[in-house]
């Protein structure tokens, strides 16, 4: 249990800082100086003091606080209320000495904009009602949203949050891939295996190549708005990825993923008001495209936890920094064996180009004391000082 004046602090400083942030974006202020950018030079393949740590779904239900938000508000009016948004994202970094937050949201928001309803159903996980079932079924989409309007929440959200971490760490943004989020789209839910999804890339390829390029030029627009709220880095969440063929992935996956670093660094580059931020992907599962990933415009390639940490680095030969990729279910190790996991991990990918990390998420479960635990053994293990 919590020490109560702990939990207390936490929460004034929260409220401090949302209040602050508030303020700072009501007067127009600049964004506050960055003091902690081991995240940034981790993924650019500089030198750091220390490896870099944060985690996969670290604003989530392991948290009593975040458990105490969801009783007051329902998951999508905390994504779209960017007061609670920058609440949530600000809870573990009060907690633990994390190198980066990620804006609280969901990858489902891309086809929320495009027309679908999404419904977060407890013990269900997503559920889209009306899902798109048939190549028929796509003249319900809007395939070019006003990503101002539909989306305008998240950055207000980044842009809020940005001011609040008081440029303590770098704020990350994401959109789930177009693969996935075709999955979703198609599926309706959650699926072991998304043969629904998967039979359209065979019976109607011209149609799934249509769909996945609408949601491709969604996403592209989506995270060079983050990157304007005020979006450090950016991740690109393909959770499904493994769930194709090196054949079909390359074809139906690999080829948008491309697309997306590709149009949205070329048009970073071209606004002389916003910087050119490192873009990770995470393609879960498609170990059999490392090199290919390697060569496309991302940084970073965030690995799952069934890839071998020194193979991975022979494989992309220091053409990107790797992520990664620590098994969540070793969080329920008691300290000593944990403290052995992040030892065994870090040695395996070595300190330069490499940002800590689970290989998926946070489960509901876990204990934060042990993200505590991760959190120390990778800071004290890599220090340089």
């Not at 600049?30 to 740590?53: I, M």
């Not at 995270?223 to 063929?245: N, P, R, T």
Request: glycine share 6%; aromatic share 8%; hydrophobic share 45%.
């Amino acid at each position: 249990m919590d020490d109560a004046e702990e939990v207390k602090r936490r929460e004034s400083a929260i409220d401090d800082a949302i209040a602050a942030a508030e303020a700072a974006v009501k007067s127009s202020a600049s964004f506050p100086q960055l003091s902690n950018d081991t995240l940034l030079r981790a993924a650019r393949g500089q030198p750091s003091k220390h490896v870099p740590v944060w985690l996969h779904r670290q604003a989530g239900r392991y948290l009593p606080e975040f458990r105490a938000e969801r009783l007051k508000a329902d998951f999508f009016t905390i994504c779209r209320t960017p007061a609670l948004a920058c609440r949530v994202t600000l809870q573990p970094l009060e907690r633990f000495e994390l190198d980066a937050a990620i804006i609280f949201s969901d990858i489902l928001v891309v086809p929320q904009a495009m027309g679908l309803e999404v419904q977060m159903v407890k013990g269900k996980g997503p559920v889209l009602p009306a899902p798109v079932r048939a190549p028929e079924d796509m003249k319900r989409l809007e395939t070019a949203p006003d990503i101002g309007k539909t989306l305008g929440y998240v950055f207000d959200a980044i842009t809020l949050t940005r001011h609040a971490l008081g440029g303590r760490v770098p704020l990350i943004g994401f959109t789930g891939a177009p693969w996935t989020l075709m999955c979703y789209m198609v599926e309706g839910q959650g699926a072991k295996s998304y043969y629904s999804a998967k039979k359209w890339l065979y019976k109607h390829p011209k149609e799934a190549h249509a769909l996945l390029q609408s949601i491709t030029d969604v996403c592209v627009e989506y995270l060079i708005g983050q990157v304007a709220a005020g979006a450090q880095m950016l991740e690109v969440f393909d959770s499904w990825a493994g769930d194709l063929s090196p054949q079909m992935f390359a074809e139906f996956g690999l080829k948008y993923l491309k697309q997306i670093a590709a149009r949205v660094k070329q048009a970073l580059r071209e606004r002389d008001d916003l910087e050119v931020v490192p873009m990770t992907v995470f393609p879960k599962g498609a170990h059999h495209s490392l090199e290919a990933l390697a060569d496309t415009e991302y940084d970073v390639i965030s690995l799952d936890w069934t890839m071998d940490p020194q193979v991975a680095r022979k494989r992309v030969n220091g053409r990107v920094a790797l992520q990664g990729n620590l098994e969540p279910a070793a969080l329920y190790a008691d300290e000593q064996r944990l403290r052995h996991e992040v030892k065994q991990m870090l040695d395996g990918f070595g300190t330069r180009g490499y940002i800590a990390n689970l290989g998926h998420g946070m489960l509901p479960s876990h204990d934060p004391a042990a993200v505590a635990t991760v959190v120390d053994a990778v800071h004290r293990y890599s220090n340089s000082d």
